[in-house]
């Protein structure tokens, strides 16, 4: 009996350019390949606000997961499948802990098909050009509030947002652990020097997102490919675990095979070896 092998890809930093976009000849290959009968995926801490647009051209056939595996979509039918919601007493806890640190970042509630980014203010020039660049996709919708802790009361919270110094989302970091129910993801950012803070529902990360996307495509293992600290739990879901040369030293450490760095296509060149080895 043939084994089926989804490979599931991390975005920024893995399968991305430096630039937070897919190469030409990424898209022209991954494509290539799907036609052919490839079983690929993603898993990302992305939202649908700028994944639309960075896959477009992209021919998936799966849906793919999001917010460090809150947000199951599919990307076809443009239609959120599965959304995993943060224990309500749990989401008003972590947004009273955010207004009491003065952040006005982004806490994401989930209706009717229907992606909301909640915030109360957005005070930078950098808050305001990130929100601006993630307002031109209808899957995401950006909603200002009075109080974050207000809107969690009656709403279906699924994910937060929170960067920041290092030195500031260190204490934020240990406040925010004595809360239960909830899973923390902390890691220095890609492209930015800021640590971002992302809570989600307990026992949601990336290992899930192997599970679920396994189960909807029938696969018998997973590979995995990432490149920052987030990625430990899709290392820990997946059968085997590629990390990019890029990568932070803790997943390099973990990694069972290292592929080229994203800036020269390795996720897409480890899978054309694959492809000339008889397949995958």
């Known amino acids: 009996m043939n084994t089926k092998t989804l490979y599931l890809s991390d975005l920024d930093g893995t399968l991305l350019q430096n630039n937070a976009v897919l190469s030409s000849y990424a898209v022209r290959e991954l494509n290539r390949m799907i036609e052919k009968g490839l079983c690929f995926s993603i898993s990302s801490a992305r939202s649908t606000g700028t994944v639309i647009g960075i896959l477009d051209g992209l021919r998936l056939t799966l849906p793919i997961a999001l917010f460090n595996g ?42 009717d098909q229907q992606l909301f980014a ?42 937060f947002s929170m960067p920041g110094p290092k030195e500031k989302m260190d204490r934020l970091y240990q406040e925010m652990a004595k809360i239960p129910n909830i899973t923390l993801s902390y890691y220095l950012d890609t492209y930015e020097p800021l640590w971002y803070l992302e809570v989600q ?52 450490a973990r990694a069972d095979r290292i592929v080229p760095p994203n800036t020269e296509d390795g996720v897409v060149r480890y899978l054309l070896e694959l492809e000339a080895q008889g397949g995958w």
């Open 70 to 111: 809150v947000i199951y979509y599919d990307y076809n039918a443009a239609r959120f499948i599965r959304v995993m919601d943060i224990d309500p007493p749990a989401a008003v806890q972590v947004a009273r802990i955010m207004e009491k640190y003065q952040l006005h970042s982004t806490m994401y509630t989930y209706q």
């Open 118 to 159: 909640n915030f109360v203010s957005l005070d930078t020039q950098r808050e305001q050009q990130f929100a601006e660049e993630r307002s031109r996709f209808p899957q995401k919708k950006w909603r200002q509030v009075e109080s974050l802790s207000q809107t969690a009361q009656n709403s279906r919270v699924v994910f």
């Open 201 to 252: 529902a307990g026992g949601v990360d990336k290992r899930l997102s192997v599970q679920i996307l396994r189960e909807m495509a029938g696969a018998d293992r997973v590979v995995a490919f990432g490149d920052n600290h987030n990625d430990l739990a899709l290392a820990d879901g997946a059968d085997l675990f590629c990390a990019v040369e890029n990568a932070t030293a803790d997943l390099l």
